[in-house]
């Protein structure tokens, strides 16, 4: 995030962040100047009034206007630092009459997005690839911060986030944009922006989440509304037809081969990280699955765990995170890997039924 030599804020590219900056920079300089004052009167009189000269010490006690001054110039001191702050403040909680709106949704280790006026919701991320983190690839320009699907939003808009998060405290940061919002699970918190510039602006989650904390970057394009307008009709008829596949992939049956295969590739990026590839787990932090009796036994109980997770663990729920296909390649996956070998096969049809209680 920072630049090499950065000491200072960066001034961002909304009016709040530039508010935020303003601010910050006149706290120093009054800072500065109180340092400059209070060290020059102390320096001034350990040379000028030191004992060595002959000086002998003034008597201040119980002096009436020694005390009224060093009440009233910190409070007239700080009044002045409370105006502009206090205002600043009020604006950065300020959401109403949005034009667009956000939820932001944040789980291990990755953030989903919803836009509440369209029909258009996706999860966003790491994209970073896994040579580069276990240092078998150069690292790249954004290395840790980079996602296969970002935020976009429009320029010249006022953007509401809704933050919240679906299992442990998240914090959505985007430093340009000012917005630090923590997302607590059962809770809703707001912020927004209205960014000025065509971009992409890039940020993390600042709360210490997990074991994958560093892997969960944030990354939002900002566009012009024409072309924002033109990113949402193009996503919601992208959704509209997956969702008309998904109902399609309802009557047909995919082999064993097809599912292996797209099933290794979801186990690897979803679930290796905590099952491990080698479906043995953690011991004493996150189960295995070869030859566990949740992925040898009863297939439905299988799907229900992958599809709704289990309260009070770390297994989340990946019924709205993966597709009917992937959910059933998945599942057929880890029943018939690492020696596994149930020779049972999962269509989209039976998680569809689990997910609906058919």
Not at 200 to 205: K, N
Request: aromatic share 10%.
């Amino acid at each position: 995030m920072a630049q090499p030599s950065q000491l200072n804020l960066r001034k961002g590219v909304t009016d709040i962040s530039a508010q935020v900056y303003d601010l910050h920079m006149t706290i120093f300089y009054i800072c500065v100047v109180i340092g400059i004052l209070v060290f020059g009167a102390m320096f001034f009189a350990m040379i000028f009034h030191r004992k060595s000269r002959g000086v002998k010490p003034a008597n201040f006690h119980e002096s009436v206007k020694v005390e009224v001054a060093w009440t009233v110039v910190p409070f007239l001191i700080l009044i002045g630092m409370a105006i502009p702050a206090a205002s600043t403040l009020i604006a950065m909680e300020d959401t109403s009459k949005a034009d667009v709106t956000v939820l932001v949704t944040g789980s291990q280790w990755k953030w989903h997005y919803k836009y509440m006026e369209n029909e258009v919701e996706y999860y966003s991320v790491l994209a970073t690839q896994q040579e580069q983190i276990h240092n078998k690839f150069s690292k790249g320009e954004n290395y840790l911060l980079e996602v296969d699907r970002p935020l976009v939003i429009p320029t010249d808009k006022k953007v509401r986030f809704l933050v919240t998060s679906d299992d442990v405290i998240h914090s959505w940061w985007v430093p340009d944009f000012a917005v630090k919002k923590d997302a607590n699970p059962g809770f809703i918190n707001e912020a927004w922006a209205r960014v000025n510039e065509p971009g992409i602006y890039r940020g993390q989650c600042a709360e210490l989440c997990g074991k994958d904390h560093g892997f969960m970057p944030v990354v939002v394009i900002a566009k012009t509304p024409a072309e924002y307008d033109a990113w949402i009709a193009e996503q919601e008829a992208i959704q509209r037809k997956a969702k008309e596949e998904e109902q399609k992939l309802l009557a047909m049956n995919m082999d064993m081969t097809e599912l292996m295969d797209l099933g290794s590739k979801v186990y690897q990026s979803t679930c290796a990280a905590c099952h491990m590839p080698n479906g043995e787990g953690l011991p004493g932090v996150f189960p295995g699955l070869k030859g566990s009796a949740i992925a040898t036994g009863d297939v439905r109980k299988h799907i229900d765990v992958v599809v709704n997770g289990v309260s009070g663990t770390a297994m989340q729920a990946f019924g709205k995170q993966l597709s009917l296909k992937e959910l059933a390649a998945v599942i057929t996956y880890e029943r018939n890997a690492w020696g596994n070998n149930t020779g049972e096969t999962v269509q989209a049809k039976d998680v569809n039924a689990v997910q609906t209680g058919k």
